[in-house]
């Protein structure tokens, strides 16, 4: 996603196919467990520096306000309870680990860095299980999985009949004209199809990614970038990134082409707040949060602006989380009311050819078995009403509108990408399986 991806203490020992519910099997170093000491000692410390470090990353992602800022998203109303199947057996199901040992459902995702799994089948938890000292009164850091939820709460104005997805983004935001989104529609915006020139670097500390969008969204740690001020800084939060930096790629036209690029969620964000008038994190409290029932306050992580990260600054529990899901799953309807208008949760596995080809266009995801990316969600089987909202390290929404299963983890993994990412794929199959036979 966003943020500078360091590789520690990690290497692959063995590797099998991902047929069937087999898995890859990674061996990690010895990890420190952080912040257990008080105070803690050096070894120890979590930094704004070390914070998505693996081993630190168990720690950071469920106390996240700690190294970065975040404003709150509160919940609101009577909580509404989930119902508790009496006789659950989901942990019977087995599964080949990378040794050909079999292994139950906990295990596996245990294995590949989970904190947490919820499962639900229809209406009733059928299966709960929290990791790495991780419960379920804690929240943990959604990352990109914050961009459908964003792109769910644009959709109220959307059916409101306030936008107009065929229309240019700088039709509502001015700032945005002789920028490289102003020959967009908000469509290409929602799929990822915006032709930049900006592409996101993980690794080259001298790309324009970490030199202007990283320390704009404050979510990496580089030096001096947390003591800039806006009056000696052109591109100070995210907004004066999408403005004033991002062009067009003239050898590509919007539309034919998915390139994952979280500016366009940061710019979705925006959009919300111009067209509402509203702050972000009050729109989604206000027409999403406070209407779930929800156990728990969520909060937003910000960029250095202090404005909420569209693309992935959310923060909840697991269960909090799987409510959102369950809403999504039924159609935007949540205890009897309708949440967000059944037409735009609908457009979601809306999946045509040009957007099939669009995605196929990137050569990255060749190997994976999604089959499109469309307002901001990415799509298993259209068909089936099997799609995901996906994070970077391993956060998953899992919906299964066929078998009417709503499945959420929270990972703490090493490695960022989901994309050639084994501790990812094991997981989601895992899910895909047990989703069939529940």
Not at 22 to 40: H, N
Not at 63 to 87: F, S, T, Y
Not at 268 to 274: F, K, M, S
């Amino acid at each position: 996603m966003f943020v500078r991806n360091l590789l520690r203490r990690i290497s692959v020992v063995s590797t099998i196919g991902l047929g069937g519910a087999a898995v890859q099997v990674f061996a990690v170093g010895e990890l420190i467990t952080p912040m257990q000491t008080v105070p803690p000692k050096i070894a120890e410390q979590v930094t704004m520096e070390n914070y998505r470090d693996h081993g630190m990353s168990r720690w950071s992602f469920r106390n996240v306000g700690a190294p970065l800022h975040v404003v709150m998203v509160p919940r609101e109303g009577e909580i509404h309870r989930l119902a508790r199947a009496k006789d659950s057996k989901v942990n019977d199901h087995r599964f080949l680990d990378g040794q050909g040992k079999d292994v139950s459902f906990d295990a596996l995702l245990e294995d590949n860095d989970a904190d947490g799994v919820i499962v639900i089948k229809g209406d009733e938890v059928v299966h709960e299980q929290y990791f790495h000292d991780f419960d379920e009164h804690a929240q943990h850091i959604w990352f990109s999985m914050t961009k459908s939820l964003v792109s769910t709460a644009f959709g109220i104005l959307v059916e409101q009949g306030k936008v107009d997805l065929q229309a240019s983004p700088a039709a509502y935001i001015p700032e945005l004209k002789d920028g490289g989104f102003e020959r967009v529609t908000i469509q290409n915006v929602l799929d990822h199809a915006t032709a930049i020139s900006f592409k996101e670097n993980y690794t080259d500390l001298q790309s324009d990614f970490f030199q202007y969008y990283a320390p704009a969204l404050n979510l990496a740690w580089l030096p001096g970038a947390a003591d800039a001020q806006p009056n000696d800084t052109k591109i100070y939060g995210a907004h004066d990134f999408l403005s004033q930096f991002i062009q067009a790629d003239s050898s590509l036209k919007p539309g034919r082409k998915f390139d994952y690029n979280s500016s366009n969620a940061d710019l979705l964000g925006w959009l919300i707040a111009r067209i509402s008038g509203q702050n972000l994190q009050d729109f989604i409290q206000e027409n999403i949060w406070s209407k779930l029932g929800a156990e728990h306050d969520a909060y937003l992580a910000v960029d250095r602006a202090y404005m909420p990260v569209a693309t992935g600054g959310m923060n909840s529990t697991l269960r909090d989380a799987a409510r959102f899901g369950l809403m999504i799953r039924d159609r935007g309807q949540y205890r009897g009311q309708s949440i967000i208008p059944a037409a735009w949760v609908d457009k979601t596995l809306q999946v045509g050819p040009s957007l099939e080809k669009s995605f196929d266009a990137n050569s990255k995801y060749a190997q994976e078995p999604w089959q499109a990316y469309h307002n901001m969600w990415w799509v298993l089987d259209a068909q089936a009403g099997e799609y995901c909202a996906v994070g970077v390290h391993g956060q998953v929404i899992y919906i299964n509108r066929l078998t009417d299963t709503v499945m959420v983890w929270f990972s703490s993994q090493a490695t960022a990408s989901a994309a050639s990412n084994d501790n990812f794929r094991v997981k989601l199959n895992a899910a895909r399986v047990l989703a069939k036979t529940l």
